[in-house]
């Protein structure tokens, strides 16, 4: 998959799929530095993921300061060939002046092995 350089960052194309239900988004940042991988409530919602009474609810830390996001279990996360079932997401407001979906963070990039190649600008 190819790497597009948004706001001086690395974004690429990610396809959530859930309860028959899927969602392609290019607004998807790679963040080596995100522990986990979070996708906007707006995406979640569409993909049928609204918040439940017994959802686990974090806090999340980041350089913007702290923000609460709630998990979800996912059917399929996939960037290009590679893919991951059953996959834990966070979910939250993603509001960080700037037009983003998701954060694609180490928890996907180690667990599909993906390889990052910026000098090329792709992800595989």
Known sequence: MNLTL???LPFTTVILTHKG???SFDNCLIDTGSASTIIAAEIA?????????????RKMHGIGGA?????KQI?????GAKQLTHFKIQIGD????FDIDAILG??????????IDLKNMVIA
């Open 75 to 79: 059917d399929r996360i996939q960037l």
């Open 94 to 97: 993603l509001d960080y002046g």
């Open 45 to 57: 919602v569409e993909l049928g993921l609204s918040p439940e009474p017994l959802d686990v609810i």
């Open 106 to 115: 180490i928890d996907f990039l180690m667990g599909s092995k993906l390889i």
């Open 6 to 8: 948004k706001y001086g």
């Open 67 to 71: 923000e609460f996001v709630y998990e």
């Open 21 to 23: 239900r899927t969602f």
